[in-house]
């Protein structure tokens, strides 16, 4: 089996899947009307696509207030520090600053301008 895709409530889906589109190079695969406004976005190889939604039945988590290392969407880079660069001026804040591994994997962790930690991977070795 394989993974179809992971699903966020949040509280602008139709701003959000716009937003990963234009700076994360996804693409809006489906996208529903009130009252969830359900969007599906896939990624640039059509391989994972995430589900953005606002169901009332269950609160919006403060993705904000919870630790990256808890919780984070992984993106490849092959170059961090301008990928970083552009997303901070997309609206993207720091969330600490590029590490290197003891693999020899380069890091960076940023958060959407709505508080979802995103993590910016540049492995040593590609693992997949």
């Given at each position: 089996m394989k993974i179809e895709h992971l699903a966020m409530n949040v509280k602008d889906p139709l701003a959000v899947a716009k937003w990963y589109a234009e700076n994360l190079s996804m693409r809006i695969v489906r996208q529903g009307g009130a009252p969830t406004y359900t969007t599906f976005i896939a990624d640039e190889g059509n391989h994972v696509m995430v589900e953005l939604y606002n169901n009332?039945?269950?609160?919006?988590?403060?993705y904000r207030a919870m630790d990256p290392l808890i919780l984070?969407?992984?993106?490849?880079?092959?170059?961090?520090q301008a990928d970083r660069d552009r997303l901070l001026a997309a609206g993207a804040t720091?969330?600490?600053?590029?590490?290197?591994t003891p693999a020899g994997d380069q890091l960076a962790m940023l958060r959407d301008p709505w508080g979802f930690a995103i993590q910016l991977?540049?492995?040593?070795?590609p693992m997949i």
């Open positions: 009332s039945i269950a609160p919006v988590p403060d984070h969407m992984a993106f490849t880079s092959q170059n961090l720091p969330a600490g600053e590029i590490s290197t991977a540049k492995r040593n070795k």
